[in-house]
């Protein structure tokens, strides 16, 4: 199969949307990263996404939607999950909610489980192709399976040349990091993936968090990845931040924002590079830094 990339514009979202209600996944840009998208309402088309992915099982995927009024008709939103979808919809956050009984989602999407991740995403890219296919849209990020996340349209090339027909190029991603997932499932808010969003801020939204649960994604460079180093050894390519400079630097100014923006991108390239290891400096684990901390200690476990 050839793999098409095609600049973000009318046309290209109005090819994306042929391929997607045909049933074929495309690739297209979110806020966070980059989205393996397919018809949510069709089996078959995610499937694909597995397929080409290369996933080894079928982890449940997050369904992107244009507003809270389509998230409604697909999950059940109590208070505290309907006050967080108000204050940072369309934006970086999955909400977990009940999936309603009638809604016209796959099984394949939720694999199964009774609740759904839905997220409505604020990137004018993955908007308009939700508006022109009128579908729920599941989308994983646009990585094979066990690799780092795509911010850019080459990363996504890279991982998934010829297992997909088309990816939209909308240049790199502004937040650089998966979304913030909380579930809103019955019983307290619980925290399963921390992303974007300061959580400090979540909590005044809503109230309690529990403490961060447990998934099991992987999100590997190829190499070893040695953290919290103060200088590069030989074979190693070294990512700083701050003051520890490196080969390439998350934020010379320190600046988290800009950290993590860069992350994925960073372990693309220390991938590519010509030496088999990788070091990476300190982050510090505030704010954002909790969210690269966790995604730096699963991808150097
Ligand atoms: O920023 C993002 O969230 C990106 C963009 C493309 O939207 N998507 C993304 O999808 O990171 P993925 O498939 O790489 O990660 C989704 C995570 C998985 O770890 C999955 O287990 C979890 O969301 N998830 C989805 N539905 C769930 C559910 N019903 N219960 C618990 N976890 C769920
Ligand atoms: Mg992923």
């Known amino acids: 199969m050839e793999t098409r990339v095609l600049l973000f514009d009318d046309a290209s979202i109005g090819e994306a949307a042929r391929q997607i209600l045909a049933g074929q996944p ?23 996404i597995y397929e080409a992915k290369g996933r080894p099982s079928f982890n449940p995927l997050i369904v992107h939607v244009p507003d809270l009024a389509a998230a409604e008709r697909i999950g059940d939103f109590e208070t505290e999950a309907r006050a967080l979808a108000e204050e940072y919809w369309p934006g970086p956050l999955t909400l977990v909610v009940p999936l309603r009984p009638n809604a016209e989602i796959a099984a394949i999407v939720t694999a199964g489980l009774p609740t759904i991740g839905l997220r409505v995403p604020v990137h004018p890219a993955m908007q308009a192709l939700l ?7 599941a989308a994983p990020s646009a990585n094979a399976s066990g690799a780092i996340s795509p911010t850019r349209a080459e ?10 027909s088309l990816i939209i190029d909308g240049g790199p991603t502004e937040r650089g990091l998966e979304s913030t997932i909380i579930a809103a499932a019955g019983g307290p808010l619980r925290l399963l ?3 974007p969003l300061d959580i400090d801020a979540v909590v005044e939204t809503s ?3 529990e403490a961060p649960g447990q998934l099991a994604s992987h999100y590997a460079p190829s190499k070893a990845l040695r953290l919290n180093a103060s200088s590069a050894n030989v074979d190693e390519y070294m990512i700083g931040f701050g003051s520890i400079a490196g080969d390439f630097s998350l934020s010379p100014s320190g600046d988290l924002v800009e950290a993590a923006a860069g992350l994925f991108d960073a372990l693309h390239r220390a991938d590519a590079s010509d030496r088999p290891r990788i070091a990476i400096a300190e982050v510090p684990d505030e704010g954002l830094g909790q969210a690269i901390n966790d995604r730096l200690r699963r991808a150097a476990a």
């Open 26 to 48: 495309v690739a297209v840009p979110t806020e966070t990263v980059y989205g393996l998208a397919g018809d949510a309402t069709n089996a078959e088309a995610v499937a694909r």
């Open 131 to 137: 508006r022109k296919t009128a579908r729920p849209l």
């Open 155 to 164: 990363h996504v090339l890279k991982s998934l040349d010829s297992r997909i």
């Open 193 to 195: 993936r921390p992303g």
């Open 207 to 209: 109230g309690r968090i």
